[in-house]
């Protein structure tokens, strides 16, 4: 069988081929979710506290601890990882994630924060694996935006999953391993079906350039030819991958503090609005061709998400706005912004500098910094704003990333459009 859908794959023409390749890619990182956040959506009330802050935030902190360890060790892992080996790396890195999880559920006390850094640690490498199936093809925005509209859906669906869990009796601690084994065979099948799509063909690497793991001399060559772009884009992805964090996972908190208690659904309903609009915006990006111009495009609208970022926030700060707009549209600016970095942005630089290599590297460079950040803030809030309110810190933060996000996405711009324009006379 795995043949047959191999000599298919091959002959299928792009159209179908892209079909195929975003609904097993958006599965499968659906379905990577189920194993990461529904922990989220549980109070942890009587768990106490450890080192002065409570129990929840201190699993929040330590599972992006792992995470964002994980980024860094993917900067080498995925960028080195021969394309035979990626299918079966995600699938064991996730059934690993659950195994975390069940030791969260068994473990006494403070070791349950062992438990739930360990549930980071191997995740953290999956989006990179799962891209690297879909860089360098001629749809490879339109598929990085159905890949991206899976985490921010997933994000709301899983949380649903686990409230739905919890009214059933499920445990408090059981809940996320529950959870994530009802999706353990959706991600064995997924992963055997990427393991049959094909490389990209020789018209692919002609017009995106060809995508090679990558040495460590080549990423730090790679890194220091385009380092005054790539530092105001890290930035920025670690103001946005903080901000996004705390909206995300303390949502029930924020959703609270809007005055929505007791509705689990909408944590699902909310996010598949901001994940179509989003998904929709950005797969646009499939009809430019000159990656030059695409590259251009993409940075102006992530300059547009983070304004209308503070836009939202300032309209439901007069009282124009209630708070399911705000959320609606603060998600939908955050992700225009948040999402080219994590996957097409990077696949079009190097398809306009012709730089033979991968997006992953630079994609995991930007979300290990920008997991650093979130843990960074996640402790100056428990810490030094203890007592303030999650949607009073969601708002200022809200403010502080849409200002910063307009210079630096601004000077990127400018930046990247002389760094990849045609020598006079070429």
């Known amino acids: 069988m795995g043949r047959r859908l191999r000599t298919w794959l091959e002959n299928a023409n792009y159209v179908r081929f892209s079909i195929f390749a975003a609904a097993v890619a958006f599965i499968t990182y659906f379905s990577m979710y189920a194993f990461r956040k529904p922990y989220a959506v549980a109070s942890f009330a009587d768990a106490g506290t450890v080192w002065g802050v409570g129990m929840k935030s201190a699993f929040v902190i330590s599972q992006t ?188 908190e924020v959703w609270v503090g809007l005055g929505y208690e007791g509705q689990p659904g909408i944590f699902g309903s909310t996010e598949t609005g901001v994940a179509v609009v989003v998904l929709f915006v950005l797969g646009l990006m499939v009809i430019v061709k000159d990656d030059r111009r695409a590259l251009q495009t993409q940075l102006a609208l992530m300059t547009g998400g983070v304004t209308l970022m503070g836009v939202a926030t300032l309209a439901w700060d007069v009282g124009a706005i209630g708070g399911v707009w705000w959320m609606v549209l603060a998600g939908i600016g955050l992700f225009t912004a948040y999402v080219p970095a994590g996957c097409f942005l990077f696949d079009r630089l190097i398809g306009a500098t012709k730089y033979v290599g991968t997006a992953v590297f630079m994609i995991y460079v930007t979300d290990a910094f920008g997991y650093g950040a979130s843990v960074a803030v996640l402790l100056y809030k428990n810490f030094v704003q203890p007592d303030l309110e999650w949607v009073s810190f969601l708002r200022v933060f809200g403010y502080f990333a849409s200002v910063t996000g307009v210079v630096a996405f601004g000077f990127s711009l400018v930046y990247f459009s002389r760094r990849t324009a045609t020598p006079a006379g070429e």
């Open 65 to 252: 601890l792992g995470y964002a360890a994980s980024k860094f060790l993917g900067i080498k892992f995925v960028s080195e990882a021969p394309r035979a080996h990626r299918a079966a790396a995600l699938v064991a890195l996730i059934a690993a994630a659950e195994l975390a999880l069940l030791m969260f559920a068994i473990a006494p006390g403070p070791w349950k924060l062992a438990a739930i850094a360990l549930n980071g640690l191997p995740l953290g490498m999956v989006w990179g694996l799962v891209f690297s199936f879909l860089e360098g093809r001629r749809t490879s925005d339109a598929l990085g935006a159905v890949l991206s509209a899976s985490f921010i859906m997933a994000s709301g669906v899983v949380k649903s999953v686990g409230a739905q869990l919890l009214v059933r009796g499920v445990p408090e601690f059981w809940m996320p391993f529950a959870t994530g084994l009802l999706f353990l065979p959706v991600v064995c099948l997924m992963g055997w079906l990427l393991a049959q799509m094909p490389a990209p063909s020789d018209e692919e690497e002609r017009l995106r350039t060809r995508r090679e793991p990558m040495s460590a001399a080549e990423r730090r060559d790679f890194l220091f030819a385009f380092l005054p772009g790539a530092l105001l884009i890290t930035f920025m992805a670690m103001v946005l991958t903080a901000f996004r964090d705390v909206r995300d996972n303390f949502a029930a």
